[in-house]
């Protein structure tokens, strides 16, 4: 199973990207848990993760959340502001495979 973390401001404005990306990962045939928290939540949800993607709205987070994904040993970067704003759930997803080092 791929642990997907999403993290945003509130925890809610991801949660239709959520959705579109477990559509994607359902689509190519994917054993995956995708969730997003609020960025006060992020750091200690990373132990359970694979991959964090931050909000485009949050890059200013990437180095705090970096540590502490080093730590847990998982990669991390900031979710394409395009792919966000049109809830492009399968650029999403791909990118975090691509970070897991997967296939598309």
């Not at 990306?21 to 995956?32: I, P, V």
């Not at 992020?42 to 890059?59: C, F, H, K, T, Y």
Request: proline fraction near 2%.
């Amino acid at each position: 199973m791929k642990n997907i973390l999403l993290a945003c401001s509130a925890g809610m404005s991801t949660s239709m990207l959520v959705a579109k990306m477990e559509e994607a990962a359902k689509a190519k045939g994917l054993d995956t848990k995708i969730w997003a928290v609020a960025q006060d939540k992020a750091e200690s949800e990373m132990e359970n993760a694979d991959v964090l993607l931050i909000g485009p709205q949050m890059r200013f987070m990437k180095k705090k959340y970096s540590k502490t994904a080093e730590a847990v040993g998982i990669p991390l970067d900031v979710i394409d502001s395009v792919a966000y704003g049109r809830v492009d759930g399968e650029a999403v997803l791909n990118k975090a495979l691509e970070l897991m080092g997967e296939k598309k």
